[in-house]
């Protein structure tokens, strides 16, 4: 049984409340045979609508569309664009080759990641380190920046062309020893490098950084099996965990860090203390926000989250929460995550736009469909497309290894 009281899981008493929720959803049998590709697997079509979108929208140069209007008549405006987010849009391709099992557009993404070498990724001083900068008049900036959390998801994205001979291995762990400089004693990784004052700006706070920065750490360690790049990944998500406890229901769902928990569990890298702690940490990241699902089918919004019926953001919720299953050995809670992004996918599957020029792409809002809705519900982002993908494939690979559908 699951033990709710056990300091070491950290489960609030709402976690009961949800097993009520949740055990009474009934499963389907399970299907158990082995699929060479993924035709027959729930959403391969909304996936593929969405990586054809994606493909549709990078330029000759390698950038991508980053917004456009579900009206394609309506111009959006593109001067403004994200570094980090190119990255994250690289990373969900590669995720699709190696998920989705669909090497159809490998070409485009190659395009694309030299297009993000080229313009972004710079050398930082003579010691051998790399940066992603942020370009001021992109990003709305007074000055150039290299974000570490820019740098971790260049990792994620970039790491896997090491073996195809595409990048450099001193770029990639040039960006390494960038993220080791800009770490702190107790684990997290600092906002970014100020290019004005050559210093580490220590005083911003970012977030998701951390996180984003251990789960590049990771795919380097897997490009580059150096232990100090596992090491500063450890430390970064233990800090989370650390700093996470005393948050109880505050807690911020970081799905990258639970794609970095992922891999270190998965690939079997933490000792018996490092397992307890972080299962605890991935289990207090998931039940606050499990509990605010929308579970009555009656509900149009059944699958979106209280308060949040964005794409992007329910994205992330379905690649973190399939992280997290992968991290998590209690049963139980299992199935629950199981249901969450059951309907969490199935929510976002009926946002996602179907038909015409912009087929494939999800909306800012979900209620992009209604009318009266503000202009900007209406514009797809990138990025938006870039998240959900990515958790629908995540999901569909628990389905092809598990065989539940």
Same mark, same amino acid.
């Given at each position: 049984?699951?033990?709710?009281?056990?300091?070491?899981?950290?489960?609030?008493?709402?976690?009961v409340c949800i097993?009520? &929720?949740? &055990?009474?959803?009934?499963?389907?049998?399970?299907?158990?045979?082995?699929?060479?590709?993924?035709?027959?697997?729930?959403?391969?079509?909304?996936?593929?609508?969405?990586?054809?979108?994606?493909?549709?929208?990078?330029?000759?140069?390698?950038?991508?569309?980053?917004?456009?209007?579900?009206?394609?008549?309506?111009?959006?405006?593109?001067?403004?664009?994200?570094?980090?987010?190119?990255?994250?849009?690289?990373?969900?391709?590669?995720?699709?080759?190696?998920?989705?099992?669909?090497?159809?557009?490998?070409?485009?993404?190659?395009?694309?990641?030299?297009?993000?070498?080229?313009?972004?990724?710079?050398?930082?001083?003579?010691?051998?380190?790399? &940066?992603?900068?942020?370009?001021? /008049?992109?990003?709305?900036?007074?000055?150039?920046?290299?974000?570490?959390?820019?740098?971790?998801?260049?990792?994620?994205?970039?790491?896997?062309?090491?073996?195809?001979?595409?990048?450099?291995?001193?770029?990639?762990?040039?960006?390494? /020893?960038?993220?080791?400089?800009?770490?702190?004693?107790?684990?997290?990784?600092?906002?970014?490098?100020?290019?004005?004052? $050559? $210093?580490?700006?220590?005083?911003?706070?970012?977030?998701?950084?951390?996180?984003?920065?251990?789960?590049?750490?990771?795919?380097?360690?897997?490009?580059?099996?150096?232990?100090?790049?596992?090491?500063?990944?450890?430390?970064?998500?233990?800090?989370?965990?650390?700093?996470?406890?005393?948050?109880? =229901?505050?807690?911020?769902?970081?799905?990258?860090?639970?794609?970095?928990?992922?891999?270190?569990?998965?690939?079997k890298l933490l000792?018996? /203390?490092?397992?307890?702690?972080?299962?605890?940490?991935?289990?207090?990241?998931? !039940?606050?926000?499990?509990?605010?699902?929308?579970?009555?089918?009656?509900?149009?919004?059944?699958?979106?989250?209280?308060?949040?019926?964005?794409?992007?953001?329910?994205?992330?919720? =379905?690649?973190?929460?399939?992280?997290?299953?992968?991290?998590?050995?209690?049963?139980?809670?299992?199935?629950?995550?199981?249901?969450?992004?059951?309907?969490?996918?199935?929510?976002?599957?009926?946002?996602? !736009?179907?038909?015409?020029?912009?087929?494939?792409?999800?909306?800012?809002?979900?209620?992009? !469909?209604k009318p009266g809705?503000?202009?900007?519900?209406?514009?797809?982002?990138?990025?938006?497309?870039?998240?959900?993908?990515?958790?629908?494939?995540?999901?569909?690979?628990?389905?092809?290894?598990?065989?539940?559908?």
């Open positions: 049984m699951f033990d709710i009281s056990s300091p070491s899981i950290y489960i609030p008493t709402i976690f097993v009520i &929720v949740f &055990v009474s959803f009934l499963y389907k049998d399970s299907k158990r045979h082995t699929h060479e590709n993924t035709v027959d697997l729930p959403y391969y079509t909304e996936i593929s609508l969405s990586i054809e979108y994606i493909h549709r929208n990078i330029h000759e140069d390698g950038r991508f569309q980053y917004r456009k209007h579900i009206d394609s008549e309506i111009i959006t405006e593109n001067k403004s664009y994200n570094s980090l987010r190119h990255a994250g849009v690289l990373y969900s391709m590669y995720l699709n080759e190696k998920l989705g099992l669909n090497n159809k557009y490998k070409e485009s993404r190659i395009l694309a990641s030299k297009y993000f070498i080229n313009r972004y990724i710079k050398k930082l001083g003579n010691r051998g380190k790399y &940066v992603v900068i942020s370009i001021p /008049e992109e990003e709305k900036i007074n000055f150039k920046i290299a974000k570490s959390g820019a740098a971790g998801v260049a990792l994620c994205a970039l790491s896997n062309l090491y073996k195809d001979g595409e990048i450099e291995l001193a770029i990639l762990q040039g960006l390494g /020893e960038f993220l080791l400089s800009i770490q702190s004693e107790d684990g997290r990784f600092y906002a970014y490098y100020d290019f004005e004052t $050559k $210093k580490i700006n220590k005083q911003a706070q970012a977030e998701f950084y951390t996180g984003e920065a251990a789960a590049g750490l990771m795919y380097l360690y897997e490009a580059d099996p150096q232990q100090k790049w596992l090491d500063a990944a450890k430390k970064a998500v233990l800090y989370l965990a650390k700093v996470g406890k005393e948050m109880d =229901m505050d807690i911020a769902f970081d799905s990258w860090s639970a794609l970095a928990m992922e891999k270190m569990f998965n690939k000792n018996e /203390e490092q397992k307890s702690i972080l299962r605890a940490y991935a289990e207090q990241m998931a !039940v606050p926000i499990i509990s605010t699902q929308i579970t009555n089918k009656n509900n149009s919004y059944y699958g979106a989250f209280k308060d949040n019926v964005r794409p992007c953001s329910l994205g992330t919720i =379905m690649e973190g929460l399939a992280s997290i299953y992968n991290c998590v050995d209690n049963k139980q809670f299992k199935r629950i995550i199981f249901k969450s992004l059951s309907i969490g996918n199935l929510f976002l599957s009926k946002v996602q !736009v179907k038909t015409g020029e912009q087929a494939g792409g999800l909306p800012n809002s979900a209620n992009w !469909v809705v503000t202009p900007n519900a209406s514009i797809i982002r990138i990025d938006n497309v870039q998240h959900v993908m990515s958790g629908w494939l995540k999901f569909q690979n628990i389905l092809r290894l598990t065989g539940m559908y």
